[in-house]
């Protein structure tokens, strides 16, 4: 099995996220069972115009989407692009989109899209199959060596366009996980063949696509500007704005510091910003915002290095399980604000199994003593447990600097077990655990899929996500299967067990999913918050 790459789905519980928001067009979501913000009704006629402004905590490296593997990049391209299929709000079924229909041979190895007709590239050029053809294999390319766009599309063998309509997929293997790619403009959009000869090298800071923003400049560590696409008329069937956005303009500055952009939103320099749940309690009475909010579509955790001797002992597992009481870690962290996690998937994620909830360790500080005592962890000098004349002591990386993180040392601390805390930059944090230099560590994750266990779970990926160094055979064919499986309720029963396994064997804590909050300021209306992609700008529009 080839390593998927993560992109930038995994962000670390100390940092609110890479970026202050994230943005869709045109009601695209692809989790919109998790839009749980919407500004309220009545609040006038909607009307063409004005711009919008929000902010982002880190500059793109490029807009050319198979360049690139930065959150920041995908807030912009996601809004000038499309993709084959979407998922409708209310069903939450996989729809046509750019393509007008699709099917999936019985094999499910062969996957044919009919191109929707009269859709133009913002540089007037008509969409086809062909452009389809050349964007994925320009992605999947060794040349092209694409750190985001080209893992996902691998397992496509052959792609074929025997006229301008009929788009035909030929994969390796059966990939359930490929229709979730397919809806992700970020990822599959088509590319512009015409622009990207034109620009060359230049294409990144001139990108082109089919979606209702075009790209008009951007100042290099200021900000980028999008127009409306003024000949967009192709909007998903269930969208309620059907023709071109109504607002003129959506400026995106760049904001590193997380109190500049508070202050930036106060002075009304940008309408929209990503706050704390401390800051939501606040701003839910301020009459000049609303503020929106959704749970994150992951899950926060700590992964165990089980090349660690002592994390080797499943009893010494499930004893750091039970002596987490999530509830407070969640009300120093959020506020509250979230729900305790018990297994490795989110609730409203596809493959979630609710009994993981009965199943999952509670917080029981006497059943985790006596599991260690069991293990031959006697109580020590200062209250440490000791065995063999070694103490219980354990490293916790990670780039946290919230009061979790003196929280969890405290609840371990009880039990009789000795946390070390070592806080480094994402970066290194990200390297260390890579090479397995570390007891614990603090991770999250959002997605859209449950296949992002594969990347933490299966011994393949032992060097990448697969920090705990799981090898579980059982583990490993169930991973596999669920990749191949494409009917739903056989895929649902594969991560039932996959659950299962995970959580009977302690590889993780998981412990919170995490909500997001938005500020928005009352002048912009029509706004949605999505849990992975953030704000939905489809249905804006904006007061003077």
């Known amino acids: 099995m080839k390593r998927r790459n993560f992109r930038v789905r995994i962000w670390y519980v100390s940092l609110v996220c890479l970026l ?22 009545n609040v006038g006629e909607p009307k063409p115009g004005g711009t919008i402004t929000f902010g982002l905590s880190a500059e793109p490296d490029t807009l050319d989407i198979h360049k690139t593997n930065m959150s920041a990049s995908e807030v912009v391209t996601r809004l000038i692009g499309g993709a084959l299929l979407s998922m409708d709000p209310e069903t939450k079924e ?12 019985d094999d499910q190895k062969t996957w044919t899209f009919k191109i929707r007709s009269g859709v133009t590239f913002h540089d007037g050029t008509p969409l086809t199959s062909a452009s389809f053809k050349a964007t994925y294999e320009r992605a999947i390319a060794p040349e092209t060596a694409s750190p985001g766009a080209g893992p996902l599309l691998s397992v496509i063998e052959k792609i074929s366009a025997p006229d301008d309509k009929t788009l035909i997929l030929q994969l390796k293997e059966p990939s359930a996980p490929l229709l979730s790619y397919l809806i992700q403009p970020n990822v599959t959009q088509p590319l512009s063949m015409a622009s990207i000869e034109k620009y060359g090298k230049e294409y990144g800071r001139n990108p082109v696509g089919v979606g209702p923003w075009k790209f008009e400049s951007w100042k290099t560590g200021e900000s980028i500007t999008l127009v409306r696409n003024e000949a967009f008329k192709w909007a998903e069937p269930f969208a309620k704005v059907q023709g071109p956005p109504m607002p003129d303009k959506l400026v995106i500055k760049f904001i590193k510091d997380a109190q500049t952009t508070i202050a930036a939103l106060e002075s009304g320099s940008i309408d929209i910003a990503s706050i704390s749940a401390k800051e939501a309690k606040e701003y839910r009475n301020n009459g000049k915002f609303e503020v929106l909010e959704a749970t994150k579509l992951g899950v926060n955790f700590i992964q165990m290095n089980l090349e660690n001797e002592i994390l080797q002992d499943l009893r010494v597992r499930q004893a750091l399980n039970m002596a987490l009481n999530k509830k407070a870690i969640i009300l120093a962290d959020q506020q509250g604000e979230g729900e305790s996690a018990f297994g490795p998937l989110p609730r409203k994620m596809f493959g979630y199994d609710p009994a993981v909830e009965t199943y999952g360790y509670p ?16 109580t020590g000098a200062g209250g440490i447990r000791e065995k063999d004349g070694k103490p219980l002591s354990l490293q916790l990386l990670t780039a946290m600097t919230s009061q979790g993180i003196p929280l969890i040392q405290s609840m371990l601390k009880d039990i009789g077990v000795e946390i070390k805390v070592q806080n480094a930059e994402l970066g290194s944090v990200l390297d260390l655990s890579a090479k397995g230099q570390f007891d614990l560590n603090v991770l999250g994750y959002t997605d859209l899929d449950p296949d992002i266990l594969y990347l933490f779970m299966h011994s ?3 060097g990448g996500l697969n920090h705990s160094h799981i090898q579980n055979p059982q ?70």
């Open 20 to 41: 202050v928001l994230t943005v869709i067009g045109c009601s695209q979501s692809a989790n919109p069972a998790a839009q749980e913000g919407t500004q309220p009704k």
């Open 94 to 105: 996989i729809k046509p989109y750019l393509a007008e229909s699709y099917s999936i041979s």
């Open 363 to 378: 917080f029981n500080v006497e059943e985790a003593k006596k599991l260690l005592e069991d293990a031959g962890w006697k």
């Open 460 to 462: 393949s990926q032992i």
């Open 475 to 544: 583990l490993d064919a169930l991973l596999e299967k669920s990749r191949t499986v494409v009917d739903p309720v056989q895929r649902q029963q594969i991560f039932t067990e996959i659950q299962k396994i995970a959580v009977e064997q302690a590889y993780w804590i998981p412990y919170s999913e995490e909500k997001t909050f938005l500020a928005v300021n009352k002048r912009v209306h029509g706004i949605k918050l999505d849990a992975m992609y953030g704000i939905m700008l489809g249905e804006s529009w904006v007061n003077p």
